[in-house]
């Protein structure tokens, strides 16, 4: 028989070889590009059990329609069937593309950029279509955030987030600090996927935040995390006739429900020659308790020579949160990027038979359950501009059947004033129901 020193000297070499095959493995794989295909689903119903006059004028506002001033109408469809494909040029290269079919007949670009990682001082850096670094719940994933719809705020002031420009990505060691700045064009080029005209709207961005409390004993059952935004843009509120590029100069969203036109909307503002934006977010995580907050202020300053400018102009807003696990999860926290993570329930939704012909005897596991409670807040109004102001309350309840699928739930009231008259109104309140099955792979 071998002696025991004999055993483990056979273990370390086989171990030695099993290393050193894997090594030539990656590094033959490291000289091919690689793919990973990914994708999610969301099909939502909303339902418009009640609202004032006022929001049916917001929701269909052109006089010379059928349908003008009618109601909203409830709705089934496929909010995001995303597919995205991407993997490593190399060791130091990235890529990847993303699209969105959830309009069959067109096509919208997400995600669509080239990459670069572990540069020095700048760390990743990625040119083409992504993400701006401004509002915490727009980088959070749409897979992973509570509620169904953003809040009013972010997307009023960082409309569909993603546009064409070079950003980088870094932070400490520790994690402690995460920090992201680019330069983007203003221009949405998400249906077309290109930017015409010689008016180059342009806007810098830049976020950082830190997480000095992060207790690694529980796994991240409890953290703190703060940021700090801002942007800087230079739209065109001076565009000529036969010009390409529109006014990007403009901020509107929908009420926190998908609806047909958003109903709070400033219009291009004629004479927009600068705006910056700065944003404050905090989360504070508790074991199961979560209290997320976000502030956002815009200033703009407008020409003298346009026609129809008028004075400078400021516009506000933001949310706070509080969530509740039922079943005593918690939501995870990725330092590295200043976000939100998934959500992994302690056991995973099922009903199975533990026996065939056994009578009732099956068996099942509930997955995870989730509590939330939001209030909302936007200002679009000012000095000559009506956008409108709109408060809202969302409860929302989030089902998780398993880390990669759940469904969400949520009632949101909502109260619209200071708008512009559309049929003579200004205000306007309205009571609306939403659910959504979400997947990812």
Known sequence: MRSVQ???SYIER???EQTQAEEKIKAAAAGQPSLKINGRIHLDYWN????TAGIGFFEHPDAMASNYGTDPEDR????RIRLKFEGDLTTTMMYR????????ASAEMKDVYIGFRNLPILGTVKIGNHKRPIGLDHLNSSRFNLFIERPLVVEAFNEDARRIGVSAHNHTDDMVFDWRYGLFVLENPAADGKIVGDSMQLSGNARLSSSPWYDEATGGRGYFHWAISGMLARPDGNVGLGETNGNDGRFRTRGELRSDFRWIDTGSIAGADWYEIM???TILNLGRFQFVGEYQSAWMQRDDVTAGTGPDLNFHGGYVYLAYMLTGEHVPYKRSGGTIDRVKPFENFFLVNRCNRCGNSGGGGWGAWQLALRYSYLDLTDNDIQGGVEDNITLGLVWYLNPYSSFQFNAVYGDIEKHAPVGGFTDGHFTAIGTRLRVDF
């Open 6 to 8: 004999q055993r483990l």
């Open 14 to 16: 086989m171990l030695g």
């Open 48 to 51: 418009f059990s009640e609202n």
């Open 76 to 79: 089934i469809f496929f909010r």
């Open 97 to 104: 593309m993303q699209f969105d079919i959830n309009t069959p």
């Open 279 to 281: 944003g404050l977010e």
